[in-house]
């Protein structure tokens, strides 16, 4: 396992090297929405009862962050690699495609969770958050985190350029962020765009962990913990699949 984890710390020293631009800024970022959508939606947006419009952004924002920064960590790492010819070094060693698919997935992950956790921290500043399940919120974070790295696994191997990863990351997975129940209840939405909220993945994932906070939701936590861990089971699959082809990384 020598080879792992020298991968895996690697990949850590990677982000962690840079944190101001990789951990900092991304909770500087969620503090402003915080703030902003805080301040011009209090008291017009109906959520929870008993839930302050700010304490019900808290979670919301948080996952949000996990779940971009655990795919930006494992995408962008995989491209630049590829982009400056480097990833040689990553494939000449006896590495299988486990190790190699368990050392990006679990960086890009303790990436997430670290930026995800100093959301949590900073905004405890702007409101009293429950935890009515903690054990909820460690499950639907660390499964959210985990199927968003696998995707940016996926999107690292298929990008060889710049722009097809902004593509990706424009086109693909801001949308599925923000239009996931971030900012409301989706209960506030006319029943078209319900069930259309309920066809996005990433929906489940920001549910559930809210969930674990206040103990209310859209849907069953038990169904959101399905639909992630069944969308995790496939990305693994799929990623494991390339991996072991050497498609797009042994030319």
């Known amino acids: 396992m020598s080879g792992f984890y020298t991968l895996f710390y690697k990949e850590w020293l990677r982000f962690w090297k840079v ?3 990789t951990v900092l800024a991304p909770v500087l970022t969620a503090l402003l929405y915080l703030l902003v959508f805080g301040h011009a939606l209090r008291g ?9 419009y700010t304490t019900f952004l808290i979670p919301g924002l948080a996952m949000m962050s996990v779940l971009q920064n655990a795919f930006a960590n494992a995408s962008s790492s995989l491209m630049q690699s590829k982009m400056t ?3 040689v070094f990553v494939l000449l060693p006896p590495l299988s ?12 992950m303790a990436r997430g969770v670290v930026v995800g956790a100093g959301v949590l921290l900073a905004a405890m500043w702007f409101a009293d958050l429950p935890v009515a399940h ?18 940016g696994i996926v999107a690292g191997i298929y990008s060889d350029k710049i722009d097809q990863l902004a593509a990706f990351t424009n086109f693909i997975i801001l949308p599925l962020t923000f239009l996931s129940g971030v900012f409301y209840s989706i209960r506030s939405l ?16 920001i549910d559930g962990f809210r969930y674990g906070f206040f ?10 913990l399905a639909i992630v861990a069944a969308s995790f089971i496939a990305l693994s699959l799929l990623t494991l699949g390339l991996l072991k082809s050497g498609y797009k990384l042994r030319h």
């Open 190 to 205: 006319p029943p078209f765009w319900q069930g259309a909220s309920h066809l996005n993945p990433v929906f489940y994932m």
């Open 44 to 52: 017009r947006i109906d959520v929870f009862p008993g839930v302050d």
């Open 134 to 151: 903690p054990l909820w919120v460690l499950m639907f974070g660390v499964a959210g985190c985990a199927v968003m790295a696998a995707l």
């Open 97 to 108: 495609h486990r190790e190699f698919f368990l050392a990006y997935l679990l960086a890009a």
């Open 85 to 87: 010819g480097n990833i």
């Open 19 to 21: 944190s101001v631009q």
């Open 215 to 224: 103990g209310v939701a859209d849907t069953s936590p038990w169904l959101s």
